[in-house]
């Protein structure tokens, strides 16, 4: 995989529409984007919102929360446009049972899966493998030891308790975060399972960029199906956050990271 690219400041619209993004069989697409947006790219973006989700806009307390929302959805629409040839404004994207969303009814059907903080998201595109991804911000470290017993199992504990320092803990323990989160996205339960069900091996949360296995204690048969694939802790991009992209292994996958700014791949 090549280096993160640089994580963009702020999204302005395409200069150009009706471009089609080629994506192959195995390719995760990645696409790391600022939700700042202003004036007329900020309308831009509202545009390509449906009736139901300029209303769920409408709902955020907070004007900044309601604007990073739009962006982010708005950049979810244009990126799905471009990846299905079917216009942004006609898509119809629908959740399933928990909350997960997907595309309804397009000629060709593709999977993704988005999560954000603050101002930034990570977004992930596949044909033909179902996608999760998470990502925490590596500034939270002070608030997530409180968080352990709710996260991890009993041996994870153990082995993350023995770490060196309380820095190195809480590292540990974002990456094991947003490891088990992007499984939990990707199978598209959510927090629905119990995170203490899913057993993460020792490379993810220390800092392997290695693709690796999950285990659910559930379900075993259905975990097998899946891998981990941390992306390597960067200053540059989403603020320095670790990140892990989870995928249903139906065929060997590889990483490919997008630029917002040119919209052309830079092949792994
Ligand atoms: C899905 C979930 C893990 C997201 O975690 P989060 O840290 O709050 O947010 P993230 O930035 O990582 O991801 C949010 C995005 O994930 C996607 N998402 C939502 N539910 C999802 C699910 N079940 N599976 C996969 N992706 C999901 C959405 O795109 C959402 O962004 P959007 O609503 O703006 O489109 C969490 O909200 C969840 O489990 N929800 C379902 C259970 C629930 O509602 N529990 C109540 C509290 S326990």
Request: aromatic share 8%; proline share 6%; with cysteine.
């Amino acid at each position: 995989m090549n280096a993160p690219l640089p994580f963009p400041t702020s999204t302005t619209p395409p200069s150009s529409a009706g471009r089609r993004i080629p994506i192959r069989t195995g390719e995760i697409h990645l696409w790391a984007v600022s939700l700042t947006a202003e004036g007329d790219d900020y309308r831009f973006w509202l545009s390509l919102l449906s009736e139901g989700e300029k209303q769920r806009a409408d709902r955020y307390r907070f004007d900044q929360d309601r604007r990073r929302f739009v962006v982010a959805r708005g950049m979810l629409r244009h990126l799905l446009e471009e990846y299905t040839g079917t216009e942004a404004t006609r898509l119809v994207i629908d959740t399933d049972t928990h909350g997960k969303p997907r595309l309804v009814q397009t000629a060709r059907p593709i999977h993704f899966n988005l999560a954000h903080s603050l101002d930034r998201a990570l977004i992930a595109f596949s044909r033909d493998s179902a996608v999760g991804v998470d990502f925490e911000d590596l500034s939270h470290q002070d608030r997530v030891v409180e968080v352990m017993d709710s996260i991890c199992t009993a041996d994870e504990k153990a082995a993350i308790a023995a770490l060196g320092d309380e820095a190195a803990r809480s590292r540990a323990l974002l990456r094991l975060w947003s490891a088990k989160e992007a499984f939990l996205k990707a199978m598209g339960t959510g927090l629905h399972v119990d995170p203490t069900a899913l057993c993460v091996s020792e490379s993810v949360w220390t800092g392997s960029a290695a693709p690796s296995p999950v285990r659910w204690e559930g379900s075993p048969g259905i975990s097998s199906r899946y891998a981990l694939h941390p992306l390597p802790d960067c200053e540059d991009w989403l603020g320095g956050s670790a990140a892990v992209v989870a995928m249903k292994l139906a065929v060997p996958h590889r990483l490919v990271w997008m630029d917002l700014a040119s919209e052309v791949s830079a092949a792994a």
